[in-house]
């Protein structure tokens, strides 16, 4: 069977609303016959055709899944990107879904994370700032709660609150009515 066909027959096969991304490490295996650079042609063929979505580097997604991600796939990505660190989601993220800031950050998301500081642009869906925090987990266990659909722990408005002052960001947008109100 040709790796195309192989690799649209196990993705229709394997995939889920709940496991519809892979990184580039995830599928090789599927293809140790091919060589680097064929794998590497592969992956790229398999995005034109449109069976695979390249999101960011080395981050594919099964396209026929991705309209299901209820548009969660920037944090599905983050969780993805940083499975080997202590992430959740915080600072203007949080507080625009709690309404405390006027702004909405569109097609963006604020991830505090123990790996290092970076942004991630992934294409148009949008982008994800990863911000360092030396906290450790036993510090901030009990503000946090797990959110299943994002598949990351979430800050409560408090820690969300203490996050933005600890990074130095802008506190200007705060409705500090609204913000004393969950404190």
């Known amino acids: 069977m040709q790796p195309s066909k192989?690799?649209?027959n196990w993705l229709m096969k394997n995939t889920n609303p709940g496991r519809y991304l892979f990184t580039s490490k995830d599928l090789r295996p599927l293809?140790?016959?091919?060589?680097?650079n064929a794998f590497k042609t592969l992956l790229s063929r398999a995005v034109k055709s449109g069976c695979l979505t390249r999101i960011c580097r080395n981050i594919y997604a099964y396209s026929y899944l991705i309209a299901q991600s209820s548009g969660l796939i920037l944090f599905h990505?983050?969780?993805?990107?940083?499975?080997?660190?202590?992430?959740?989601?915080?600072?203007?993220?949080?507080?625009?879904?709690?309404?405390?800031?006027?702004q909405i950050p569109i097609n963006q998301v604020f991830i505090m994370s123990s790996g290092r500081s970076s942004t991630i642009s992934c294409?148009?869906?949008?982008?994800?700032?990863?911000?360092?925090?030396?906290r450790k987990p036993i510090e901030v266990m009990s503000k946090l709660n797990y959110?299943?659909?994002?598949?990351?722990?979430?800050?409560?408005?408090?820690?969300?609150?203490?996050d933005m002052k600890r990074t130095?960001?802008?506190?200007?947008?705060?409705?500090?009515?609204?913000?004393?109100e969950f404190i």
């Open 147 to 162: 959110d299943n659909n994002a598949k990351l722990w979430r800050a409560n408005i408090e820690l969300a609150l203490e």
């Open 168 to 180: 130095h960001r802008s506190l200007d947008l705060i409705d500090w009515n609204v913000a004393n």
């Open 31 to 36: 293809f140790l016959n091919l060589s680097d």
């Open 77 to 102: 990505v983050a969780s993805l990107l940083r499975s080997n660190e202590f992430n959740y989601i915080s600072l203007e993220t949080v507080l625009s879904d709690a309404g405390i800031i006027s």
């Open 123 to 134: 294409c148009h869906f949008g982008t994800i700032e990863f911000i360092h925090t030396n």
């Open 6 to 8: 192989y690799l649209n």
